[in-house]
Each structure stands twice: as C-alpha cells, then as structure tokens.
C-alpha cells in the first residue's frame, strides 16, 4: 500500500543523513577554524555548509510531499505522522525496508542532535572570540589615549591645562 512511497522516503532520508554527516565534517572543520582565528578556511567553510543547507532544504521539501502522500494512504493527518508512526503503519512493507528505514531514523537523530551541540559550541567560541577582541580594542584605545600624557610633549601639553580645582565655574 505504501511501500513505494517507503522507498521513496528512505532514499531521501539516506541523502539527508549523507549530507548531515558532511556538514557534520564541516562544523567540526569551522570549530577548528574558530580556535585557530583562520578567517579564510572559516569563510571556505560557512559557503560550504550554507550551499548542504540549501541542498538539504530540498530535501525537506522532497520528504515532506512523500509524507503528505503517506498520511493520505494511512488516513493519518500529516502532521501527526513521524517516521515512527510510519514504521509501525509498514506492515505491508518489506521488513529490511523497514529495518533500514529505522537505522537511517536513528543515524539520523543522532547526526542533527550533534550538529546542533557543534553549532552551540561555534556560536559560543565566536561570542567570546568577539567579546575578546573587543576587550583587547578597548584596552589599547584606553592605553592610546591616554598614552600621549607620558611622554616629553605630553607632560607639558598638561601642564598647561588648568587643574580641576583651580578652574572657574
């Protein structure tokens, strides 16, 4: 009753978990990337994942129009139906199809759920990275202003400026 559409939903699932796993590889790479402040590979990186990402949305895309035609055979309404429920509604199905169905799920799962730990720590690194930098600028915008006070030139030039005190109001 379903199976085609089974196939048809674990070919797509096999090339999302591929592309996941490729921008797995590359999360891991802009991690790196982030440590070492390699701007150049980052940039390489971020175009890459960006290009799975658009890759991977028609996919979604693609799963999604072969789920609405499953929960149209199963009676199902479509935002009900996950790839368990579909599992458990294959009875008609080959049973590897299904067992390979329920692997790609697992892998699946398991991909994103790191991707996303990989995204937390990059945005992390990133943020204290710029809260860094930003430190270190301020730190030696302070130290350039008030540098010119040290030397020869600047001593007299403060010499000449009124102290606070003596100052009229």
Do not use: H, W
């Not at 890459?48 to 009676?75: C, G, H, P, T, Y």
């Not at 020869?152 to 009229?168: D, F, Q, T």
């Amino acid at each position: 009753m379903i199976d085609k559409e089974v196939s048809e939903l674990l070919v797509v699932l096999k090339s999302e978990l591929e592309a996941g796993e490729e921008l797995l590889k590359i999360s891991k790479a802009q991690k790196q990337c982030i440590k070492n402040s390699d701007l150049n590979e980052l940039k390489t990186n971020v175009d890459s994942s960006e290009d799975l990402l658009v890759k991977i949305m028609d996919m979604e895309d693609e799963r999604r129009r072969i789920i609405l035609n499953i929960s149209l055979a199963l009676n199902i309404p479509c935002e009900k139906l996950t790839i368990s429920e579909i599992i458990k509604n294959a009875k008609s199905c080959n049973s590897m199809k299904v067992r390979e169905l329920d692997n790609v799920k697992k892998r699946l799962s398991s991909v994103f759920n790191e991707l996303m730990t990989f995204s937390k720590i990059n945005q992390y690194l990133i943020s204290r990275t710029l809260r860094f930098m930003g430190d270190r600028i301020k730190a030696l915008n302070y130290n350039l202003t008030k540098s010119n006070t040290y030397g020869a030139k600047g001593l007299k030039e403060r010499a000449k400026e009124p102290a606070i005190i003596n100052k009229k109001i």
